[in-house]
Every structure is written in structure tokens, then in C-alpha cells.
């Protein structure tokens, strides 16, 4: 490779890099060099103009950084052995043991998550949101996370990961939506609109473009997402033009998680759903044929704000006689009460007697088909 091509090569990755930490071009160039051994990006120029040529190994150690998208600290912490060693860890991460707990390491949604037996922590994208550390009451007295240690490991490993997701959101968007302009204007990722003013639609305040921009586009009051963030309050009369400026989270309140201890032992939830789901199938229980059958699907069910439950009965399909005993031993398993009423409608089959003669659903559409045979449409008709 030729001393141009060697440079323009180093050029290109360095700015790929620029894009994916959000950090300036010339940062991104110093980086590189000192990955290299060199003090900086000039001295790394003229030792290619003196004849020095990165070996291969060097270049991919370069490639395998900027795929990997380090987060902006490292660019004055960095080491070219440390990086290549973390990023070999975090390839291997996505199952396997932190202190002899195992743990799978997983993006939803592009929040990190990190979880293990009876604990999880979840590292949101929102750069300025705190990491939320759960436990599950049955374990929360011998969950791991109550070890510091344990701890910074676990978030150390989340948020490498992060850095990974918020790198590759970076690249995916304009470059002046993650650097703003001498002027302070930022473009918005979705709605590709520069202003050095912005606006969350949850927030009575002003958020700057630095602002907005460092924290990829979520408000840094409430955390809200892009696409809650105007060039404009629209909401307002004088669109904003009053509102006061919008302050940054102190960072102490961002450095350390949110405990939760979360209560994830099965429970019978008797909410509306549920409690028709159930009243239902007691009433298919009681139906002895097809008729009734079709009763207790076409019942109407409802439940009010004490969970009692009202239910309706089709007269043609279920008899005016016939009690649902299981319908109302489920309602007195639930501790509900159970009101009963028939009402008419249009039912989906004529002839609703021969449902009453057998419980088979092949026997039943053969009687239909029968009946309904013996009324042909005629040639003529347009139906």
C-alpha cells in the first residue's frame, strides 16, 4: 500500500470512528495514532512519510476497534492491547459467568440487558437514565448484585455493550445530529430539521443542541424519545419562545442504579380478560350439545370495577331452563357474584333445534347442509 493510501486508509477509519463515539474528527485521528504507538496523528503522518508502514495485525486491530465503536473515554485511556483484549471479552459475552454466576447478556429494543438467576440490570439507551438493577424477592437476600464487586463487573459488561448500540446508533445518522455546528444547530435523526433549539413534547423547556445532541436525542429532563423532540412547541401559544431552559441531570444521579425488588412469583391475575375467559369455558362445560355449545361462545360477558360478571344468553341457543352450575361454581371459586339474562339476537345458522340433537360438529354441518340443500337458489337469482 502506498504512503497516500496507507494515510487515507487510517483517515477513513478514524472518521468512522468520529461518527460512532460522536467525538470531533481531529480526537478520532490522535486515537488512531496512539493505538499505533505514536503520540499523535502527526507524528504518526511523518513516520509514513519517513517510510514506517502499520503492519496487517495493527490495521486489523485498528478495524476490529471501530467495529466495536469505543465509547468516548477511551479515546484518552486508550491501549491497543487493553482494546483488542476487552473486545475479545465482550465477543464471548453473550453468556458466561461473573464471579461464578452465570448471566446472558442480550439488546432489546437497544437497552442492554444482563441478567442471571433471580436478578437482572438493565442499561437504558438514554444516556443520561440510570441503569435499573431487579432482584426477585424469593432470592433478593443471596443475589449477587448486593456484592460491589459483582456489580461493576455486571455494569463494566452492560454498559461496553452500550457503548457497542450507541456507537451504531451514531453512524446510522447524520453527522450533525451528533455534532453540532459551530453554531450550536443539531439535525433531527427522523425529522432531518437543524435547529439550535429544541423542544420535548412532555417538558415545559428549552434543550439546546449540544444538549439534545450529546444525549442522542432524548430529553435530557424526562428521557422522552426522538420522536417526542420538535424544532418548535407547536403545544404553546408563542411556540416556546417563553419556556426556560431545560437543565441536565447532575451526574451523580446518573452514576448509580435503581434497585427494584420485584415480586416475580406466578399469580392468578383476575382482571376483565381473564375472568371472561374463564366464565366461558364454564359455560362450554355446561353445554351438553351444539346448540349450547354455540350458546356459551356467543354470550356476551361483562365485568364491572368489582369483578362481578354479567352474562347474556342467546334464548335460541341456550334453553330458558337450563342453569350453568359451572358457570356459577367458577364464580363462587373467584369470589364473584354472577348475574344471568337471555337475550335475542341473529344467530349465525337457521334451524337452531338441530344443534340440540347431537354434540358433534360433523354431524351438525351435515344436518345444515342438508337442510339448507332442500331451499336451492335458483338459476336465475344474482345471489
Known sequence: MTEAAETNHLKLLAKRHARATRV?????????????????????????KSGWIPSSEQVASI?????????PADFTTGSADASA????????????????????????LDDVIIAGEGWSITVPEDPSARATVRTSAEVDDQSPVFDPDF?????SLANHRMAQVRGKISTD???????????????????DRDSDTWFCLHCNGKITGDQIAQN????????????????????CEDEGKSLPPIGAKAKSDTRKPEFHVVDDRPKLELNERNI???????????????????????????????????????????????????AIKVAAQLGIEIELETMWSKIPFHWPALGEQTSSTTEYLQMLLDAYAQYPIPSNSDA
Not at 485521528?29 to 502527526?42: C, E, P, Q, V
Open 63 to 71: 478495524e476490529a476497534v471501530v467495529a466495536n465503536h469505543v465509547s
Open 173 to 191: 445518522w447524520p453527522r450533525r445530529s451528533t455534532k453540532p455546528d459551530g453554531k450550536g444547530r443539531s439535525r433531527h435523526p427522523l425529522w
Open 216 to 235: 442522542l436525542w432524548h430529553c435530557p429532563a424526562c428521557g422522552a424519545s426522538p420522536v417526542d423532540i420538535f424544532d418548535t412547541a407547536f403545544w
Open 276 to 326: 371472561i375467559l374463564l366464565m366461558r369455558s364454564a359455560l362450554l362445560d355446561d353445554a351438553t350439545n351444539i346448540s349450547e355449545r354455540l350458546g356459551a361462545l356467543l354470550a356476551e360477558i361483562t365485568v364491572d370495577e368489582d369483578n362481578d360478571v354479567w352474562i347474556s344468553l342467546e334464548e335460541d341457543l341456550w334453553p330458558d331452563h337450563k342453569e350453568p352450575t359451572q
Open 85 to 108: 483484549r476487552r473486545w475479545e471479552y465482550l465477543e464471548q459475552a453473550e453468556q458466561g459467568r461473573i464471579r461464578g454466576h452465570a448471566y446472558r447478556l442480550q439488546v432489546a
Open 24 to 48: 470531533a474528527q481531529h480526537e478520532a485521528l490522535n486515537f488512531i495514532a496512539i493505538h499505533l504507538g505514536f503520540a499523535n496523528w502527526t507524528q504518526l503522518v511523518t513516520a509514513i
Open 151 to 155: 456489580l461493576e463487573e455486571a455494569l
